[in-house]
């Protein structure tokens, strides 16, 4: 079995967390080994799940349009082994931060070369989850053209459903297959408004869930601690959290 969970959202909605959190779910279910891809180029995947990287994909990629490197092997080689050396082993739940956006020029024969070798890294694990930025730029050119699960993260504001609208239709013109879509909303406070649900309900987006705004979320990430190691009995938002992934993913 394998199951490949895709998150996105503007900045700022949490799910860089969430995407943690999700991770954590499918290793403390059994279900590992569990690669969590940071294909958002504001990379904080790592924070969350207390993982330190130093490379990433993208340097790999600037080196072979660069030329640079040892000139006796060949630049598939050479990519794919700049792309074992970014991937950071962790217990149950491994990390590659796919890094920077494309510079000047062309990148169609660096991207040709890294997109096979990352599939090819990728089916050593059954399990992952991919955290997106908003635009979705590595999805659409690097990374898998397929998810099991793909979640839309967002506030309860007018302004944020419809930023998450945008990036729920954007995974049909990027025409990449989904086999179900959920809408998460995050860092709600009090109840959610009816105009609100309103929105929801007329762009058909599918609400997985209500997540509730948590200071024991912020005083960890303030504190510099893996918010991804919070339990649901001390965090009202991770206890949301894990209902959903339950709901959907169980």
């Known amino acids: 079995m394998s199951l490949i969970i895709g998150m996105a959202g503007k900045g700022g909605t949490g799910k860089t967390t969430l995407a943690g959190l999700a991770a954590q779910y499918l290793a403390r279910t059994g279900r590992k080994p569990v690669l969590a891809v940071d294909a958002d180029a504001?990379?904080?995947?790592?924070?969350?799940l207390g993982l330190?990287?130093?490379?990433?994909l993208s340097e790999a990629r600037e080196e072979m349009k660069a030329?640079?490197?040892?000139?006796s092997i060949?630049?598939?080689v050479l990519i794919e082994l700049r792309t074992q050396e970014a991937i950071v082993?962790?217990?149950?739940?491994?990390?590659?931060?796919m890094g920077k956006p494309e510079g000047a020029g062309c990148y169609c024969a660096a991207n040709s070369i890294l997109g096979a070798v990352l599939e090819k890294a990728l089916k050593n694990y059954p399990y992952q989850v991919i955290d997106n930025e908003a635009g979705m730029e590595h999805i659409s050119r690097l990374t898998s053209r397929y998810m099991d699960v793909f979640f839309v993260v967002s506030d309860a504001s007018r302004r944020g459903l419809i930023a998450a609208q945008r990036i729920w239709n954007l995974v049909d013109e990027l025409k990449i297959t989904v086999k179900r879509r959920h809408l998460i909303l995050n860092r709600v406070r009090g109840e959610v408004s009816q105009e609100a649900l309103d929105i929801i309900s007329a762009e058909k987006m599918e609400l997985a869930g209500v997540i509730p705004d948590d200071l024991v979320i912020y005083e960890a990430d303030q504190a510099a601690r893996p918010t991804s190691l919070l339990t649901g009995?001390?965090?009202?938002?991770?206890?949301?959290?894990?209902?959903?992934?339950?709901?959907?993913l169980g």
């Open 67 to 71: 030329g640079a490197g040892d000139v």
């Open 233 to 248: 009995a001390g965090s009202p938002a991770v206890a949301a959290a894990q209902a959903i992934f339950e709901k959907t």
């Open 42 to 48: 504001n990379a904080n995947l790592g924070d969350v």
């Open 52 to 56: 330190k990287y130093e490379h990433t």
């Open 74 to 76: 060949t630049k598939d």
């Open 89 to 97: 082993e962790g217990d149950d739940i491994d990390l590659v931060v």
